[in-house]
Each structure stands twice: as C-alpha cells, then as structure tokens.
Nanobody
Framework: VQLQASGGGLVQAGGSLRLSCAASGRTFSSYAIGWFRQASGKEREFVAA????????VYGDSVKGRFTISRDNAKNTAYLQMNNLKPEDTAVYYCAAQVTLNRGSHFYDYWGQGTLVTVSS
C-alpha cells in the first residue's frame, strides 16, 4: 500500500489542523494506520493508531485528549484531527500502515512521506 500524508502547515498555539493519510494500492481496510512524528533532533514518537475497522484507537500520552484519529475506509483515507496545538507539537508527521494495531514504529511496514506541522507561540 502507498501512503501520502497531507494537511500540515503553520498554525498558532491553540489552533487546529487536520492531517490526512490517503492510501492507494492494496486494500486500505486490511491495515491498521498509525501516526508518528519526529521533531528536529529528536527520535520518532508515536502519536496515535487506529484499527482496521476503526473501532479501536490508541494515543500517545502527549496528545491524549487533544488529538483524534479516524478513518474512512470507503475513501481510503485516515485522519488526524489536532486541536489545542502547542509549540511542542511542531514536527514532521508521518502515517504508516501495518496489519495490527500497534504503538511501535518498527512494526509498521509502509510509510508515507511526512507532512510538516509548525506551531508558533
């Protein structure tokens, strides 16, 4: 499956953005989708993941209560709604796919190219 993340940009602290992860190739609904982020000079961090059907989600502690992951299998797209953004959310955000719901980036087989989110204070 090929993934393409989009929707990043510059936003002020307290603002919102919605990222999209569009998939093509293999059956989108066969894969759980995860979002990860990597800030400059830091390791990649788990943000959120959603199961193949969308009935299960998990979140990283730093985004819990502010970010919401969802998916529309009919549109082959997953989303990450980010609210109450903080400067520390600034990073390149990646979507990734694998068969089972998981927090570990090393489990994911397919990755999108990343989209930059910059939150100004």
């Amino acid at each position: 499956v090929q993934l393409q993340a989009s929707g990043g940009g510059l936003v002020q602290a307290g603002g919102s953005l919605r990222l999209s992860c569009a998939a093509s190739g293999r059956t989108f609904s066969s894969y759980a989708i995860g979002w990860f982020r990597q800030a400059s000079g830091k390791e990649r961090e788990f943000v959120a993941a959603i199961s193949r059907s969308g009935d299960s989600t998990v979140y990283g502690d730093s985004v819990k209560g502010r970010f919401t992951i969802s998916r529309d299998n009919a549109k082959n797209t997953a989303y990450l709604q980010m609210n109450n953004l903080k400067p520390e959310d600034t990073a390149v955000y990646y979507c990734a796919a694998q068969v089972t719901l998981n927090r570990g980036s090393h489990f994911y087989d397919y990755w999108g190219q990343g989209t930059l989110v910059t939150v100004s204070s």
